[in-house]
């Protein structure tokens, strides 16, 4: 695995020491809560956390990882807390589940994500792996602020009956239950992954807990757009 990938200012690795892992943690909670501290949970003993690193050595952005053997297995972590992955038990190939990605607030270069996508490429080609999911979260706990942006969501870029999951969490709003309306814009991360091809699930899931919501998202590898892969794979080269 041809990991840590260097590009310009940029090196993405994965955490290999306690401090690394606390370092991790501490962007995550300043992303996800504004505030100082370490975001922790049960399935972080399980994922390895690949971080992007600056020249002075300051972590600028973190996705965690779950490499996982199959598409039974995905339904035993973090995402399947909010949704029933029993649509992907017929995948027999590895997957990856992918988790709290951030850039730091104050961080504005392009080139944090290009590194930590080019990074992602080559672990995807180095195991195989054939899809790719996780939540997307969207700041905020009112669905309605989003409903422009779900409406557009559910008009191109649903995934297929049988891999669409279900709701495990009361908390759960269906797109077609909310007027096409609200200000709030559709995250860039999210962006990234319709650019890749992805698709999402049919709901928004509320976490109250960590102040947002969640979008289930997946990217099947073999469905990345030609133009697309070859950009990520010069990225990654």
Known sequence: MTIPFQKGRYVARFATSAADVTAC?????????RRPGRDVDS??????????????????AVLRLWLLPDGTAANTGYTAQYYDLAGFAKITE??????????????RDGDVLRVLWGALTRLVD?????????????AGTDPHDYGRVFAQLAAFHLGPPDRCPKPRTPEA??????????????PSVLRSYLAMGA??????????QMNTQHVFTCVDIAAVPPARARILRAIAS
């Not at 003993?45 to 971080?51: G, Q």
């Not at 988790?99 to 104050?106: E, S």
């Not at 709003?173 to 559709?186: E, I, K, N, S, Y």
């Not at 698709?199 to 109250?208: K, T």
């Open 25 to 33: 943690h501490s962007l995550r909670h300043a992303a996800f809560f």
């Open 43 to 60: 399935f972080d003993a399980d994922c390895r956390h690949l971080m992007v690193v600056g020249q002075t050595g300051r972590v600028v």
């Open 94 to 107: 590895p997957v990856i589940e992918l988790g709290r990605l951030c850039v730091a607030a104050d961080v």
């Open 126 to 138: 180095a195991e195989n792996i054939t899809l790719l999911f996780g939540c997307t979260s969207f």
């Open 173 to 186: 709003v269906a797109f077609a239950q909310l007027p096409a309306q609200g200000t709030r814009p559709l």
């Open 199 to 208: 698709w999402v699930g049919d709901h928004v899931v509320v976490d109250r």
